[in-house]
């Protein structure tokens, strides 16, 4: 057998047998150049700019030779659902029930942490004492009086959210729910608003089961349910608490769903953190222009 010097051709000679007759073989594999990367890297980086969810580039600003993210996590009241006014509610209610204390709308929408902890310190505000059992019981009371006030009051998904998760669906991007809500008034919420066809339940994860956001648990066990790693997932949420959350899970990005919070209110953004201020019908119409082209 001789190989050609300079040609990509392979000659050989015949298996007929005949002297002198050869055989040409082309689009013979090349010799890989030290410091190239190989086909099949080329291969996966391609495939990574395709990626259904490639138009967050634009919409963060990140770096597009960055991985996009491969699926979405996203918070429930507020961002999916209008229910942030009456969880808002329910505070102020439960605090001139039990404490006879007056807590004003926007205290109660600045709240966070898992309910036992921020009916103790509701308690504190209002010069009250409360033993961690009390709290318990006096937290399934306020989920109670939400209950009651979303059985009498009209919920309703955000503009956009069905046509958003419509589109995951077809692109085939996996996508889950980390809310701050116990698992049964999720449930609720997500049946009222007709939500609850996108999201079984292991897509939901809820307080009953990792620590209340601004703990990072919650987004670290949501990347899990739908197999990536926090950095591989894009979030919307529409809390402070939610976006610390999001930021300290180290995910791919923050979307901020929110249209009624001063931005200076959610802080200053870390260091190699991403935040956008964004809506569902900008996104979905960015996500339709991008697979148009």
Known sequence: MRIGDTSDNISAGSSSGIPGKQRTF?????????????????????????????????VTGKDENAPPPRAVLLDLDGTLVDSAKFQAV???????????????????????????????????????S???????????????????????????????????LTLAQEKKVPFAIVTNSVAQNAARLLRQTRLDRYFPNRLVVTVNEVPAKPNPQGYRTGAARV????????????????????????????????????REAFGPTPEGRTRVFTDFPELTEQWSAERRR
């Open 90 to 128: 329910a505070w102020v209610l439960l605090c001139r029930e039990q404490f006879n204390f007056t807590l004003e709308p926007h205290e109660a929408d600045a709240l966070s942490g898992s309910n036992p902890e921020i009916v103790m310190e509701l308690a504190k505000r209002a010069g009250k």
């Open 130 to 164: 409360c033993t961690p059992e009390e709290a318990e019981v006096l937290a399934d009371r306020r989920d109670e009086i939400f209950r009651e006030l979303i059985e009498r009051n009209p919920i309703h998904a955000r503009e956009g959210v069905h046509d958003f």
């Open 26 to 58: 082309t689009n013979a594999p090349q010799p890989q150049k030290r410091g190239e990367p190989s086909t099949q890297l080329r291969r996966l980086a391609a495939a990574g700019r395709r990626s259904p969810l490639s138009f967050l580039h634009s």
């Open 227 to 262: 197999g990536q790693q926090p950095d591989a997932c894009f979030v919307l949420d529409d809390t402070k608490a939610g976006v610390d959350a999001s930021e300290g899970a180290r995910t791919w990005a923050t979307g901020i769903v929110n249209d009624t919070m001063a």
